[in-house]
């Protein structure tokens, strides 16, 4: 079985000249695939590339991608020096100094310690020289994750084949008891007719055609054969690879469809439980459904 569940978690660390990068990866239950990813500061470039790579592998699901990196930053360390307004400072001193008859007595250590005459800046990195250590991290992460889905992919499958095994069953079950409520049926009606008519010789052709009609209102061979043919399209899909959840979803609708008009044409209290438990069945498997991928 290849089904993936929509949980996981995924984690890839790469460490190079100082710096490690660290890539997160959280999926969840979704209708549709809905990515959303907090990147670095400038890296907002790379965010299609990943934005590829993830959706490469979830079809769907709430996924949340976090990208960090950590550690010495001191090659793209930049110190600027405002010439014009260390200038200005030193003009508007001198002005003063002038001004109130005082030595102007100023260093180059004084004019620094102004806002803004020296100023430290981060250059952006070198996205194309980085990308592979991102990629390595983000490949890392969605393989661990896509490892987990897996995992729980499986035994969301095993859980959902054991459930439509024992969905046969009950189903083998109804179609066997169909004849003998038939054959009940037609002698309780034999019977309340003998009872309205006392001595009155019943005409064999008209409780014929009675009968057929009731053995017509209480067959559900057309319901059966379809819930067959849902039942052996559903255990395909479960063997099948990529995305296969809303298919699964489709045909448990379908299954409850053919369901509700099968228990409405049988209507007897002695099946009625069966029907029951057939929806009670189910409601399971759509449950277990809404996590598959």
């Not at 990943?50 to 090659?75: C, E, M, P, Y």
């Not at 209480?218 to 099948?240: A, K």
Request: proline fraction near 2%; glycine fraction near 6%.
């Amino acid at each position: 079985m290849s089904v993936k569940s929509m949980t996981g978690f995924g984690r890839g660390e790469v460490e190079s000249e100082g710096r490690v990068w660290m890539a997160e990866i959280r999926g969840v239950n979704n209708r549709y695939l809905d990515l959303k990813m907090k990147l670095p500061r400038g890296y907002a470039a790379l965010e299609e590339k990943i934005r590829k790579k993830v959706s490469a592998l979830h079809v769907r699901g709430r996924v949340d991608l976090f990208l960090s990196v950590t550690g010495n930053f001191s090659d793209l360390q930049e110190v600027k020096v405002n010439h014009e307004l260390a200038g200005g400072y030193h003009a508007a001193l001198k002005t003063l100094a002038d001004s109130l008859n005082l030595p102007l007595e100023i260093t180059v250590k004084d004019l620094s310690a102004f806002p803004e005459v020296i100023t430290r800046e981060q250059k952006d990195e070198d996205l194309e020289a980085v990308w592979p250590l991102v990629e390595q991290v983000v490949d890392m992460a969605l393989a661990h994750c896509n490892d987990m889905r897996r995992q729980e992919g499986e035994a969301l499958a095993r859980d959902l084949q054991s459930r439509l095994d024992t969905f046969t069953s009950t189903i083998d079950g109804i179609e066997k008891n169909i004849p003998i409520l038939l054959a009940d049926r037609q002698k309780n009606l034999e019977e309340r007719l003998e009872k309205l008519l006392g001595n009155v010789q019943l005409d064999p052709a008209r409780l014929a055609q009675e009968v057929a009609l009731l053995a017509d209102k209480t067959d559900v061979t057309e319901e059966i054969v379809r819930l067959r043919c849902h039942i052996e399209q559903f255990s395909s899909f479960l063997r099948e690879e990529g995305g296969i959840g809303r298919k699964l979803d489709f045909l448990i609708q379908e299954f409850l469809r053919e369901v509700n008009t099968l228990a409405s044409k049988i209507n007897d209290a002695s099946i009625a439980h069966h029907t029951v438990d057939l929806k009670s069945e189910l409601e399971k498997m759509r449950e277990q459904v809404q996590n598959i991928e």
